[in-house]
């Protein structure tokens, strides 16, 4: 049984093995097929998932069962059952045949099995059939990256989420806190292109739109009437490329439009903005 160890290999590592019966019989997840007595086979499967004696393992065959994740060829970890509860997914010999199906008993006491793909009719079961319960589905062997191992992972993904650090939320400058800090850093701006720093700083924080460079200078206009310097929407666009087009915070020399001295004066005046804001 070597091909049905190499698929779990990955997954038994650490937590060890034990040997469970295998039934080389392809159990229809579809139409009914006929099944008759086969020899079990031994099988390694992980420990963690190996509960007692009574479980066992097989195939299943076709795809009826898809909706819940079972598909042709899935090795499945069935465990004997005395007693058989709404929603079980068992293993079902009717009249002979064997179905993998979701057992289910209506508020009107129907029993029925029922397939999880809609190109399959559910199987009502009468008195006068011949039904035996071999067992339920315990656990899909070929899904396990599906099934355990996601819930393990995401739970610690959940936990690891809990304990990382909360970013601050930042909170939008009011026009008055905005309009005194241009005020304050219009020392720090040596030409109008270089209005772009506080610019970029004001859309970073949420004051103004990304690129709403025609309501930037209208409000420097309006705080600075006076200004000899005043900054134009179409010289703020030409000089917002590179990674002046991006958050101040991404700026950096080697890949602005400008470099040396040139940059660092869009720089001063930013910073400047920066460390007026609240």
């Not at 004001?202 to 200004?227: A, E, Q, R, S």
Request: one cysteine or more; a negative charge; glycine letters at 6%.
């Amino acid at each position: 049984m070597i091909n049905y160890n190499q698929e779990l290999n990955y997954y038994c590592g650490e937590v060890g093995y034990s040997l469970v019966p295998f039934y080389d019989v392809a159990i229809s997840c579809g139409l009914p097929n006929e099944v008759g007595d086969i020899p079990a086979e031994m099988i390694r499967v992980p420990g963690d998932c190996y509960d007692g004696l009574e479980n066992y393992t097989i195939r299943a065959k076709g795809d009826s069962m898809i909706g819940v994740n079972i598909h042709d060829g899935d090795l499945l970890m069935m465990k004997k059952i005395d007693q058989v509860h709404n929603y079980d997914i068992v293993l079902a010999t009717v009249d002979g045949e064997s179905l993998l199906k979701t057992y289910y008993q209506d508020d009107k006491g129907r029993h029925w099995l029922v397939p999880a793909n809609d190109n399959y009719k559910p199987i009502l079961l009468t008195e006068d059939m011949d039904l035996y319960f071999g067992g339920k589905v315990v656990y899909n062997m070929s899904q396990p990256r599906d099934s355990r191992s996601n819930i393990f992972r995401r739970i610690e993904q959940y936990d690891q989420e809990q304990l990382a650090p909360k970013p601050k939320a930042t909170r939008v400058p009011t026009q008055e806190e905005v309009e005194e800090a241009i005020k304050w850093v219009e020392p720090y701006v040596e030409g109008a292109r270089h209005w772009l720093g506080p610019c970029r700083v004001l859309m970073d924080c949420g004051f103004i739109l990304k690129d709403d460079f025609d309501t930037f200078c209208h409000l420097v206009n309006y705080v600075l009437p006076h200004l000899e310097r005043k900054p134009t929407k179409g010289e703020l666009s030409r000089m917002s490329s590179f990674c002046f087009s991006k958050p101040f915070k991404e700026w950096t020399d080697a890949k602005a439009p400008v470099h040396g001295e040139y940059y660092l004066k869009y720089v001063r005046a930013g910073k400047a903005m920066l460390k007026k804001l609240p």
